[in-house]
């Protein structure tokens, strides 16, 4: 069973943007720290940014300025808008989710973003 859904990823030109969504599920959303993550393969892994349950933002520094996490509670959705795409940010990008109060994770399968010079 799926919890966390991401969509939205693609092909793009370089200078473009996108916008992720991570639909949540079986979760108390409200409760929970959401994240962006990504992976290249053959790389590691990295954080990309967070935004906590009180509205709280952190950022990589490879994508602050460019990159903006939002939350919506009502539709239990976090999304995350790219912009200034570069060929850097082609990865799988991975939604997770934190319970603030027991810390259970979730993660979510993935949405795959091509960025093209």
């Known amino acids: 069973q799926v919890q966390l859904v991401e969509s939205g990823g693609g092909l793009v030109q370089a200078g473009g943007s996108l916008r992720l969504s991570c639909a949540a599920s079986?979760?108390?959303?409200?409760?929970?720290?959401m994240g962006w993550y990504r992976q290249a393969p053959g790389k590691q892994r990295e954080l990309v940014a967070t935004?906590?349950?009180?509205?709280?933002?952190n950022y990589a520094e490879a994508v602050k300025g460019r990159f903006t996490i939002s939350r919506d509670n009502a539709k239990n959705t976090v999304y995350l808008e790219m912009g200034s795409l570069k060929p850097e940010d082609t990865a799988v990008y991975y939604c997770?989710?934190?319970?603030?109060?027991?810390?259970?994770?979730?993660w979510g399968q993935g949405t795959q973003v091509t960025v093209s010079s």
């Open positions: 935004i906590g349950v009180s509205g709280a933002t």
């Open positions: 997770k989710s934190e319970n603030y109060f027991s810390s259970d994770v979730a």
């Open positions: 079986g979760i108390i959303f409200s409760d929970n720290r």
